[in-house]
């Protein structure tokens, strides 16, 4: 193989690109980026940059010079044929593909500000001023950062949640839970409000409601980003199809991060992750996996969110759970945790403000521990000798 061709510029294409030199790769590797922005972190968009740190935070930890990497800002791939991938600028042929290009941000009918990239961030920035009345559509994981950064700007916020609680993508009542944290720093929360579209200085509700807004963030999801793919010869179903090796349904190309749709063998399905995690580690084996050699990504999933004075973070998938242990009680000043057993088996995680229980938690996870339910809920026995 002499030719390798990354497409996407995210944090999982930057990894193929490092992994491809670990593993001993020695022919060309041209990314392609849609963005002109050298490759850079996500998850500080929805942080520090909405606070005015940029730099230190979105940085990636790449050399690209050192790793003698041909790089394409703002040259979209367009189409993929058999050995070439299609840009506006002219083919570019391949031996080997990573196909890393992410997910975009879902969007309401009308306007309102998206944030998944670095532009979308440093607009949304220069709005959050004292006074700024904002209106953002979504309780999830960046509707929440959001708020919680542009309260402490001094924005006069509101949030619409469509449900009932907050991060739809956890059980109900564990997102309950997370209401009150929206009055301490005088967000208004109104969940089962569902915004039919978004107009220059307003929000419409499902109910006809007019809400008066300077400034509406929509934060209702993402999906992945692979509508450059129709026609090509690699499966697309919610995702790019791969294996638990990472690879598609075409020969020669793997593909990693947001924008995949992987078999898992652990749960017995296929998975969309849009997790840090995933975009940190699925490129170790989707190149091993490129360059020829056996390996499997099949991680219990992680993920963690800065929101509202809190770190949540979540290990696992309470797939099959039949009970939870409640490890401390929310409003504990030293945090508190859900854990979701399967049988005895524990099989997923939640922790707030606790992250050695998450890291130990994830860890007897791996090894298939079956925790005494007693000595799981109470808070002076560590997670790892419960
Ligand atoms: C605001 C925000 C906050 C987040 N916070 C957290 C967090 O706290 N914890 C957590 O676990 N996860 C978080 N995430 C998720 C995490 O950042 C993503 O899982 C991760 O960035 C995925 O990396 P990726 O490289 O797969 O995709 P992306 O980061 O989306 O990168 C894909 C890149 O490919 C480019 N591209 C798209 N199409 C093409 C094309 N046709 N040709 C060339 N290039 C293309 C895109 O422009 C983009 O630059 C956050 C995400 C966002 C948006």
Not at 120 to 142: M, Q
Not at 172 to 180: A, M, N, R, S
Not at 352 to 357: A, I, T
Request: hydrophobic content about 45%; aromatic content about 6%; some cysteine.
């Amino acid at each position: 193989m002499k030719r390798v061709v990354v497409v996407g510029g995210g944090l999982a294409g930057a990894r193929s690109a490092q992994e491809l030199r670990a593993q001993g790769y020695e022919g060309t590797i041209t990314l392609l980026a849609a963005e002109e922005h050298v490759p850079y972190d996500r998850p500080p968009l929805s942080k520090e940059v909405l606070r005015g740190s940029q730099d230190d935070h979105v940085q990636l930890d790449v050399d690209w010079r050192d790793l003698e990497v041909d790089l394409h800002l703002g040259r979209p791939a367009t189409g993929l044929r058999e050995g070439v991938v299609e840009t506006a600028e002219g083919d570019v042929p391949y031996d080997g593909l990573v196909l890393a290009t992410g997910a975009h941000a879902l969007r309401l009918k009308g306007s309102g500000f998206p944030l998944r990239t670095l532009d979308d961030a440093l607009t949304l920035s220069v709005h959050l001023t004292e006074g700024t009345k904002l209106v953002i559509v979504g309780a999830g994981w960046i509707g929440a950062e959001v708020a919680t950064g542009a309260a402490q700007a001094g924005c006069d916020v509101t949030v619409l949640e469509a449900g009932p609680a907050p991060l739809q993508a956890l059980p109900v009542e564990v997102g309950q839970l997370t209401i009150p944290w929206y009055a301490d720093l005088g967000i208004d929360l109104r969940v089962n409000t569902a915004a039919k579209s978004v107009q220059r200085k307003a929000v419409v509700l499902e109910s006809g409601e007019k809400l008066a807004a300077e400034l509406v963030l929509v934060a209702v999801g993402a999906a992945p980003e692979t509508a450059w793919l129709k026609g090509s010869p690699v499966t697309v179903d919610h995702g790019v199809v791969v294996d638990e090796h990472l690879a598609t349904s075409m020969p020669g190309v793997v593909a990693v991060g947001d924008c995949v749709a992987r078999w898992s063998p652990r749960y017995d399905m296929r998975l969309r992750m849009e997790h840090w995690d995933d975009a940190l580690h699925g490129p170790t084996v989707g190149v091993a996996t490129l360059l020829g050699k056996d390996a499997v990504y099949d991680p219990i999933p992680y993920f963690w969110s800065d929101q509202l004075g809190h770190t949540i973070q979540w290990a696992g998938f309470a797939k099959g759970a039949d009970s939870v242990v409640r490890r401390g009680e929310p409003g504990d000043a030293d945090g508190w945790a859900f854990c979701w057993l399967a049988g005895t088996r524990l099989v997923a995680m939640l922790t707030v403000d606790r992250p050695r229980d998450l890291v130990q938690g994830r860890r007897r996870m791996t090894d298939g521990a079956e925790p005494d339910p007693t000595r799981l809920a109470d808070l002076a026995v560590p997670v790892k000798s419960a």
